[in-house]
């Protein structure tokens, strides 16, 4: 057993043990034309990746139930990700992290958005520190959504209004926001569409979203294996080009995009009529996605 292997074991978590339930279709094109990609994950554990051959989504199914998510985002997350880099990651040393990333958002919201946003909503936006870079920078009333009480409590200590729960079930009271951002979080997400639709009703006029989406592809190639890629707390993957399927099926259009040296697409979102994604043109791009993945199976030693 490697010194890896041995901490993510010591962390005690069960994954087969938890109540999980099967996702039977795609959330993006709605098919049930799924292959099954890999049967582990980074972790170990027997999480099982789907691709739907129709559109190039990739989906764990089964996944563990909303409610074994929200037990594990309470007490699991944090130590097995530690225990996966072998350091520390909490409600305080991930803020490190979150200022360099904040910086660079900044930076693309500047020269991006047409006018300073009055008002921010951060959707899973952990112990504020990217909603707060974006208060310094525009002056924004500052609102974090996440469901880790712990990091939550950072951002409050910053006078910054917190809202507890996860994207697709927040009320926010017929409130509207100039900006809204979904950072490194679409992968965690339950229900893309839903979320994406939801953010959607929450724009004023002239509002923005940006969303950030790791590209499963380009983390694939970069481990060299997909296994390597898929992680339980990930319950979807996507490329560019389902991202781009999934925004106009929700109604949402890039004003403009940023790829990160880390492989995440970074897009600025205004809200447009919904259409219909061209399936035609997303099957041979999900046909090669796949073709990928197996290549790298047989590269691997």
Known sequence: MTDRAA????????????????????????ST????????????????LRVCSRCGL???SPRLTVKEYG?????????????????LIDAETVQDDQRAYAEELVE??????????????????????????VRAAFGSAATVLDPAPDELAVAASQSMETLAGFAE??????????????????????????TLRALRGTLA???????????????????????????????????RTTALAYFELTG?????????????????LSPVAAIEPDWARLEPAAAAFLAELWRLRAERP
């Open 7 to 30: 901490r993510i074991r010591a962390v005690g978590f069960d994954y087969g043990a938890r109540a999980r339930e099967v996702v039977a279709m795609c959330n993006l094109c709605g």
């Open 33 to 48: 034309r799924l292959v099954e990609a890999s049967r582990s994950d980074r972790y170990g554990y027997p999480a099982t």
């Open 58 to 60: 990739g989906f764990l």
């Open 71 to 87: 037990r594990f985002y309470k007490s699991v997350y944090r130590p097995l990700v530690s225990a996966y880099h072998g350091r």
């Open 108 to 133: 693309f919201l500047r020269v991006s958005l047409p006018g300073p946003p009055a008002t921010v909503l951060d959707v899973g936006g952990s112990t504020g520190i990217v909603a707060g870079a």
């Open 169 to 194: 079930t927040a009320d926010y009271g017929g409130r509207t926001f100039e900006l809204v951002l979904l950072c490194q979080t679409i992968d965690h997400l339950l229900d893309v569409a839903a």
């Open 205 to 239: 006029a002239n509002g923005h979203l940006f969303v950030d989406v790791l590209d499963v592809g380009f983390m694939a190639r970069r481990v060299g294996s997909i296994e390597g890629a898929v992680k339980i707390d990930h319950p979807y993957y996507l490329t």
């Open 252 to 268: 949402l259009a890039p004003a403009a995009e940023r790829l990160s040296a880390d492989g995440h697409w970074g897009f600025l």
